[in-house]
């Protein structure tokens, strides 16, 4: 775990800025390479299931108790209370793909069993239909990207820097 936190502070240096820029000055970028003993023993092993319930909740998948979230997307870059790197998780494009396969597969039954037990108007279904499509592709969103954060925290899937060499 160590050797994994130095590795992400040894990164390049827009990283530490953009940091600098998004965190209040209680949270240094220093705070997850120089977490103290008391924040360490806050986190708990790496498991699947403890990994999806608190990114689930849009809880730290390290420690259960720090958010996740500032807003609605925005990752924590560090933990409040545990100081593990939260951002150092890809998410990415997964947290929609989970989102909309969750949202069809919930709400394309409901559609099919209200067509066939009322006959309404094609212009008032979609009326009902697309707001409410909407709405919960939205709201199911930030609780499937913390799910996909700590999915990613329990397999120890983290952004490695890349190299990129002869591509062009
Ligand atoms: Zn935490």
């Known amino acids: ?86 951002e150092q998780y890809p998410s990415d494009d997964f947290a929609p793909y989970v989102t909309m396969f969750l949202v069809l597969h919930l709400m394309v039954p409901v559609l099919l069993a209200v067509d066939r037990a009322w006959s309404m108007p094609m212009g008032v279904e979609m009326a009902i239909a697309l707001p409410l499509f909407a709405f919960s592709t939205l709201g199911l969103l930030p609780f499937a990207k913390g799910a996909v954060i700590g999915f990613a925290w329990s397999r120890g899937v983290t952004r490695k820097p890349v190299a990129f060499s002869n591509s062009a």
């Open 1 to 86: 775990m160590d050797g994994k936190l130095d590795d992400v502070e040894a990164g390049p240096g827009s990283a530490d800025m953009r940091r600098d820029a998004a965190m209040p000055a209680a949270a240094t970028p220093e705070g997850a390479a120089t977490a103290t003993d008391a924040q360490l023993a806050r986190r708990s092993a790496p498991n699947l299931w403890l990994g999806l319930r608190r990114g689930g909740s849009r809880a730290c998948p390290a420690c259960g108790e720090g958010r996740l979230f500032r807003g609605y997307l925005a990752v924590i870059p560090t933990c409040p209370v545990c100081a593990n790197d939260n």
